[in-house]
């Protein structure tokens, strides 16, 4: 599998990610363009469990 990634800055657009290849196994082009957006956040809830033994 051959593969490229770079960043793209389109004036008017967020910095957007490109991702393209050859899939070989397949037998065709990929390409993947992203705009990633701000880091997700974590679950940090807690659940609580009625049948643990503490």
Same mark, same amino acid.
Do not use: I
């Given at each position: 599998?051959s593969?490229?990634?770079?960043?793209?800055?389109?004036?008017?657009?967020?910095?957007?990610?490109?991702?393209?290849?050859?899939?070989?196994p397949?037998?065709?082009?990929?390409?993947?363009?992203?705009a990633?957006?701000?880091p @997700? @956040? @974590?679950?940090? +809830?807690?659940?609580?469990?009625?049948?643990?033994? +503490?």
């Amino acid at each position: 599998m051959s593969k490229h990634f770079f960043r793209a800055k389109v004036p008017g657009w967020p910095p957007l990610e490109v991702d393209a290849g050859w899939d070989r196994p397949q037998q065709h082009f990929y390409l993947n363009v992203t705009a990633p957006g701000p880091p @997700e @956040e @974590e679950d940090t +809830s807690t659940s609580a469990c009625t049948t643990c033994k +503490s």
